[in-house]
Each structure stands twice: as structure tokens, then as C-alpha cells.
T-cell receptor, first 114, second 113 residues
Framework: DGGITQSPKYLFRKEGQNVTLSCEQNLNHDAMYWYRQDPGQGLRLIYYSQIVNDFQKGDIAEGYSVSREKKESFPLTVTSAQKNPTAFYLC?????????????FGPGTRLTVL | DQQVKQNSPSLSVQEGRISILNCDYTNSMFDYFLWYKKYPAEGPTFLISISSIKDKNEDGRFTVFLNKSAKHLSLHIVPSQPGDSAVYFCAASTLNTGNQFYFGTGTSLTVIP
């Protein structure tokens, strides 16, 4: 079955610890994205990648880092520099980076920093 | 600053009636718009899109209307079904700047059987 998987679904970390969220897709999509959702706010773009070994910052990249070593994988690291890391994180992918390319989303990871 | 706004956090509609979900945007450069639907514990799924060269796009029970002068779009679901109960997000982008979207805060639709 083709799709996007994010693991784990729920993640708890102590303040000051880095944590890496997994995102894998088997859709053979070139572009991948990370969004964050907070209560009362829309999805906000953290980072995106058009091709392997290339990525760009979105609107709220501070305190986050990503890598794109493989086409199918786009892990997001939430560093201790992120002031308010507790949020719902969504990963998405699309065939390319043309605006009309539909983005397909994973089920999300809810991160809680204690 | 929220460039895409959905001012109604929730909406309840009787089964069989019309559901109208509204979305407003502030950036006049946006020329491509989408609606996504999200069930609990799942990621959003694409529903319908519209570009600014049109003012209406229809797909089955779903129709999106775009009013560029008012910077407003709406999603009509007719007839509404219980399976339509979900959170609906609108999103906007500009066609010449790649696949970066600005999302609204979502409207939770409940269709009452």
C-alpha cells in the first residue's frame, strides 16, 4: 500500500532533549514537507525538500533541523532551541514542487515536551 | 499573522442539508486554493481545488466558490452525509512560487443523522 508513515504517533520528551520525528513515503515523490499544527492555528510550514540532499526553510524553521539523504525519508529533529516544541507535527509529500501537485499527508506525530 | 482565516471553528448540519464552510484570505497574490478534509488520527486528505481564473469548481457533492474581490472562498457540500463529519482546512498559495501553502485554522463539521 502506497502512503506516508510517521512514527511514533505519540512522543514524550523531557525539556532540553533533542527528538527526531520519522517520516517515510513509498509514493516515489520528489518533494516532502514538515508542518506544525497548534491549537487555534493553521498548519505552518517548518521545512520542505524538493529533491534528495536539498531542503529549504519554511516560515517557522528556527529550532528545527532536517535531512534528506534518501528520497523516501525526511526526518525532522526538534532541538532544544525550539522554544515551544509541544505540538502536532504533520509530514507531507507531493510528486513535485509545482503548486498544483497535491500534497499527501501522513497521520501525524503528537509531541509533548514535559 | 494568519493570511488564511476560517472564522467558524465548528458547524453542525442535519443530514441531507447543505453545509457551507467559509474561508477568507488577506494576500491578494494568492491564486490557487484548496480544501482538505481531516478525520481524527489521520492526516488531511485533498478534497477539491480552484484556481483564480475560475469562480466555481464542482466535484460531485462538493463545490468550491471563489470571490476574488472579497478574498473569500467557500465549500458547499450538498447533500451532507454523516461521513462528511470531519475537520475541513482551506489553504492558499501562489502558482508561481511552488508548492508552499498557507492553511486556515480549520472548521469542524458535524453532520447529524
Amino acid at each position: 500500500d502506497g502512503g506516508i508513515t510517521q512514527s511514533p504517533k505519540y512522543l514524550f520528551r523531557k525539556e532540553g532533549q533533542n527528538v527526531t520525528l520519522s517520516c517515510e513515503q513509498n509514493l516515489n515523490h520528489d518533494a516532502m514537507y514538515w508542518y506544525r499544527q497548534d491549537p487555534g492555528q493553521g498548519l505552518r510550514l517548518i521545512y520542505y525538500s524538493q529533491i534528495v540532499n536539498d531542503f529549504q526553510k519554511g516560515d517557522i524553521a528556527e529550532g528545527y533541523s532536517v535531512s534528506r539523504e534518501k528520497k523516501e525519508s525526511f526526518p525532522l529533529t526538534v532541538t532544544s532551541a525550539q522554544k515551544n516544541p509541544t505540538a502536532f507535527y504533520l509530514c507531507a509529500s507531493s510528486i513535485g514542487q509545482v503548486t498544483t501537485d497535491t500534497q499527501y499527508f501522513g497521520p501525524g506525530t503528537r509531541l509533548t515536551v514535559l | 499573522d494568519q493570511q488564511v482565516k476560517q472564522n467558524s471553528p465548528s458547524l453542525s448540519v442535519q443530514e441531507g442539508r447543505i453545509s457551507i464552510l467559509n474561508c477568507d484570505y488577506t494576500n491578494s497574490m494568492f491564486d490557487y486554493f484548496l480544501w482538505y478534509k481531516k478525520y481524527p488520527a489521520e492526516g488531511p486528505t485533498f478534497l477539491i481545488s480552484i484556481s483564480s481564473i475560475k469562480d466555481k469548481n464542482e466535484d460531485g457533492r462538493f463545490t468550491v466558490f471563489l470571490n476574488k474581490s472579497a478574498k473569500h472562498l467557500s465549500l458547499h457540500i450538498v447533500p451532507s452525509q454523516p461521513g462528511d463529519s470531519a475537520v475541513y482546512f482551506c489553504a492558499a498559495s501562489t502558482l508561481n512560487t511552488g508548492n508552499q501553502f498557507y492553511f486556515g485554522t480549520g472548521t469542524s463539521l458535524t453532520v447529524i443523522p
